[in-house]
T-cell receptor, first 110, second 115 residues
């Protein structure tokens, strides 16, 4: 089976940095995705990690430790538009499918 | 601009009625997923196809739900008969198995309300 654990909610201030953690247990592992979902919209792809380490993409970075079953998404220079849910999605071995965590609702305030 | 297209976008129906949701995956993608999202359950995987063949529908209630891919450009999810607890957003997503990252892309969703 699989288990994915993320904080339910987080709040942060505009311009600040926030780190959203995700721990997971899956049957096999083929990489981990982060998706962003604004209220009332579809999830959109943010990042993909398959090897250990940090992947940086503009204001967003994602880190993976395969041995620890741990990932985080780092958002820098927060903007109001970053208020959304952030979904951690490990890809188990075998099938090419994504299992999503419940997501972390991030509220950015002025 | 390639995207996953879903219809209908919104549907209100009475309990007991049949509901069919349709999805056109991104041209060239060989994997299609149906997810259901509610406030309580988050995103649940209902069914998954590769090259039109069903690979995993273990998340789908078999007694009332069915998913098919009549051709490479159309995936359907049918609920018969519908129940109020089926009220949710149903997302279709597609991807290209074997490509770098195997990223999947979501459609805008079908918002279903069963009354």
């Amino acid at each position: 089976g699989q288990n994915i654990d993320q904080p339910t909610e987080m709040t942060a201030t505009e311009g600040a940095i926030v780190q959203i953690n995700c721990t997971y247990q899956t049957s096999g592992f083929n990489g981990l995705f982060w998706y962003q979902q604004h209220a009332g919209e579809a999830p959109t792809f943010l990042s993909y990690n398959v090897l250990d380490g940090l992947e940086e993409k503009g204001r967003f970075s994602s880190f993976l430790s395969r041995s620890k079953g741990y990932s985080y998404l780092l958002l820098k220079e927060l903007q109001m538009k970053d208020s959304a849910s952030y979904l951690c999605a490990p890809k188990p071995g075998g099938y090419n499918k994504l299992i999503f965590g419940a997501g972390t609702r991030l509220a950015v305030h002025p | 601009d390639a995207r996953v297209t879903q219809t209908p976008r919104h549907k209100v129906t009475e309990m007991g009625q049949e509901v069919t949701m349709r999805c056109q995956p991104i041209l060239g993608h060989n994997t299609v997923f149906w997810y259901r999202q509610t406030m309580m359950q988050g995103l649940e995987l209902l069914a998954y196809f590769r090259n039109r063949a069903p690979l995993d529908d273990s998340g789908m209630p078999k007694d009332r739900f069915s998913a098919e891919m009549p051709d490479a450009t159309l995936a359907t999810l049918k609920i018969q008969p519908s129940e109020p607890r089926d009220s949710a957003v149903y997302f279709c997503a597609s991807g290209l198995y074997g490509s770098s990252g195997n990223t999947i892309y979501f459609g805008e969703g079908s918002w279903l309300t069963v009354v």
